[in-house]
C-alpha cells in the first residue's frame, strides 16, 4: 500500500544561525553586570572597559558613546523600567535571574528612552541575550520586550503611576526615575510647586557636560580650549572651561600632568566664595578640613599660594589623602596633606585664618554624575551622616581664629544637610560664638541664589551639581 504525498513540503527545522556579537551591547552588559553583582560605580567601570575595547580596535568614538548612554541611562531610569518590566514579566522580578533583568532593562531603555527603533531595540536585545544568556531565555527576553514596545514611556506612566493630581510624589517619582523619599527631599529643598520640580529631576537625568578647572598660576581658562575646539567657557568661575558635549576631559593633556582638573563649576564656585569672604587681620593658613579626593584642594591651594598663604589640606582616609597630595602636586606654593579627623582637631584651636569643609554627604546634589546612586542611597543614610556633619562643622568652627572664615559646603541640598546642621551647630555655640556671612556677594552674577544668607546651587537652574554653601564668621 503506497501512502498520499502531501502536497505541502514537510517544515523543516531552521538551520542555526550564530548570534550576532555586537561589541557595544556586550560592553553595556558586562558594565551593568558590574555594578549590579558587585555594586560597582558606572563611572569607575566603565572607563577601563572603554579603553580596552578602543586598543582592541573593536569599538570607535561613537561606539563608545552609545555604550556608555545605553549604561547610564538604564541605571539612571532603573526603577521606571523595574515597574514596567513587571507589568510585561509574569512572576515577580525578584525571581528573575539578575543577568536576564540586566538584559531585560538594557532592551526597555532602548526601546523607551532612545530613539532606535523598536524593533532593532527588540533584536538586538535578542542577539545580546542569546550571546550572553543562550537560545532559551533569549526567547524569554524577546517576548517580554515585545510587550514592553506596546506602548511608549509615557504611555507607560499613564498605565503605571496614579495622576498628579492624586499623588504627585508617586507621579513624579516614576515619571523621572527618582525614588519617591528622594523626591520628597529635593521638592522641600526647592520649595515651590510643579514648574520648580520638573526640571530638576530631567536635568539630573541628563549626562552633564564635562567641566575643567584652570589651576591659577598654573594654566589659564583661555589656553584650556585648544585641545577642544567646541570649548566655552565657563558662566561664572573664571577658572572653568566647559568641554563639548561628550568631550572626554581625562584625555586632555593638561589634566594629566595636573595645570588643570576635572571639576564641577558650583564646586569651583564654593571655593572661590570661602577665598573671597572678607576677612580683616592676617590671611595666611587655610585648612581645608574634608579634602579628598582633592578637587577644592587643588583650587585653594593654587589660590592661597597666589597670596602669600599655606593650604593645609586633611582627609580621614588615608587612600584619599594620597589622592590629595597627587592633586596637590605641583601646587605653585606651600601646600600640606595630613591624615586627620576633622571632628576631633589634631592642632590648636583658633589656628587658621580660613576653613572649608565640603562633608560626606548623601550626594543628591550629583545624582547626574553617579547614575546608579539614587537606586542605593536609603534615608536611613541621614541619621549617621548629619550626625557626622555636625562634627565636623563645630571642628571647622573650633579650627578658625576669632574673625576668620568658615565654609559649610555639600553636595546635597537636603535640607537635614545643609540648613538644618548649619541651625542647630550655631544654636548649640556657647555665646555668641559664629555669625553668618550673606554668601550671594561672594558668587557674582549667579542668578537665583534665593533669600541668603546661603547659596544653594542647581543643575536646573545653574547648570552645576546642586551644592550648597554656608559661609559663617567666627566671633569668639
Ligand atoms: C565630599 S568629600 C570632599 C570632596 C573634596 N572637598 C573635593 O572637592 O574633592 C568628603 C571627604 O571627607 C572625608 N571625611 C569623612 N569623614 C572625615 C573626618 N572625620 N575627617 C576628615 N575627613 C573626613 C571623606 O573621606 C571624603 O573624602
Given at each position: 500500500m503506497t501512502h498520499p504525498v502531501s502536497s505541502r513540503p514537510r517544515s523543516r527545522p531552521r538551520p542555526y544561525r550564530r548570534p550576532h556579537k555586537d561589541p557595544v551591547r556586550i560592553l553595556a552588559y558586562d558594565a551593568l553586570r558590574a555594578v549590579d553583582?558587585?555594586?560597582?560605580?558606572a563611572n569607575l567601570v566603565l572607563p577601563p572597559l572603554l579603553g580596552r575595547a578602543r586598543e582592541a580596535g573593536t569599538l570607535d568614538a561613537r561606539d563608545a558613546a552609545l555604550a556608555t548612554e545605553l549604561v547610564y541611562g538604564t541605571l539612571r531610569r532603573q526603577g521606571t523600567y523595574d515597574a514596567v518590566l513587571a507589568a510585561c514579566v509574569d512572576r515577580p522580578l525578584r525571581e528573575v535571574d539578575p543577568p536576564v533583568l540586566d538584559v531585560l532593562s538594557l532592551g526597555a531603555h532602548q526601546l523607551?528612552?532612545?530613539?532606535?527603533p523598536s524593533h532593532a531595540a527588540v533584536s538586538s536585545a535578542v542577539e545580546l541575550a542569546r550571546c550572553v544568556l543562550g537560545d532559551g531565555r533569549a526567547k524569554f527576553v524577546n517576548a517580554v520586550l515585545r510587550r514592553v514596545a506596546a506602548r511608549d514611556l509615557d504611555g507607560w506612566v499613564t498605565e503605571l503611576a496614579p495622576p498628579y493630581e492624586e499623588d504627585a510624589e508617586r507621579h513624579l517619582s516614576l515619571k523621572y526615575a527618582h525614588p519617591r523619599w528622594i523626591v520628597a527631599a529635593l521638592w522641600d529643598a526647592l520649595g515651590g510647586g510643579r514648574d520648580g520640580i520638573e526640571p530638576l529631576l530631567a536635568a539630573d537625568n541628563e549626562r552633564p557636560r564635562g567641566t575643567l578647572v584652570a589651576r591659577p598660576g598654573r594654566s589659564t581658562a583661555e589656553e584650556l580650549p585648544a585641545a577642544d575646539p567646541h570649548a566655552e567657557p565657563g558662566r561664572w568661575s573664571p577658572y572653568a572651561v566647559r568641554l563639548a558635549e561628550g568631550g572626554e576631559p581625562g584625555a586632555l593633556d593638561a589634566v594629566a600632568d595636573g595645570r588643570a582638573g576635572v571639576q564641577d563649576e558650583g564646586s569651583q564656585l564654593v571655593a572661590l566664595a570661602l577665598a573671597n569672604a572678607p576677612l580683616s587681620g592676617p590671611d595666611t593658613r587655610w585648612l581645608?578640613?574634608?579634602?579628598?579626593?582633592g578637587g577644592k584642594a587643588a583650587l585653594l591651594g593654587a589660590l592661597a599660594a597666589g597670596r602669600g598663604a599655606t593650604l593645609v589640606a586633611a582627609e580621614k582616609q588615608p587612600h584619599r589623602a594620597r589622592l590629595v597630595a597627587r592633586a596637590l602636586e605641583g601646587n605653585p606654593g606651600p601646600a600640606h596633606v595630613v591624615v586627620a579627623d576633622g571632628t576631633r582637631p589634631a592642632w590648636r584651636p583658633g589656628t587658621f585664618d580660613r576653613v572649608l569643609v565640603d562633608v560626606p554627604c548623601t550626594g543628591l546634589g550629583a545624582l547626574r554624575r553617579r547614575p546608579e546612586a539614587r537606586w542605593r542611597r536609603r534615608p536611613e543614610d541621614l541619621d549617621g551622616l548629619t550626625a557626622l556633619q555636625r562634627e565636623l562643622l563645630r571642628g571647622a568652627l573650633a579650627s578658625v581664629r576669632p574673625g576668620g572664615v568658615v565654609g559649610y559646603a555639600t553636595c546635597s541640598p537636603h535640607l537635614a544637610e545643609t540648613r538644618l546642621v548649619v541651625a542647630d551647630v550655631l544654636k548649640g555655640?556657647?555665646?555668641?560664638g559664629a555669625e553668618w556671612i550673606d554668601?550671594?556677594?561672594?558668587?557674582?552674577?549667579?542668578?537665583?541664589?534665593?533669600?541668603?544668607p546661603d547659596v544653594q546651587l542647581w543643575p536646573h537652574l545653574h547648570?552645576?551639581?546642586a551644592m550648597y554653601l554656608a559661609l559663617l564668621r567666627r566671633t569668639a
Open positions: 553583582e558587585r555594586a560597582a560605580y523607551l528612552g532612545t530613539r532606535i581645608d578640613g574634608c579634602a579628598g579626593p555655640l556657647p555665646g555668641a554668601a550671594r556677594p561672594l558668587l557674582p552674577g549667579v542668578p537665583e541664589l534665593g533669600e541668603g547648570g552645576t551639581d
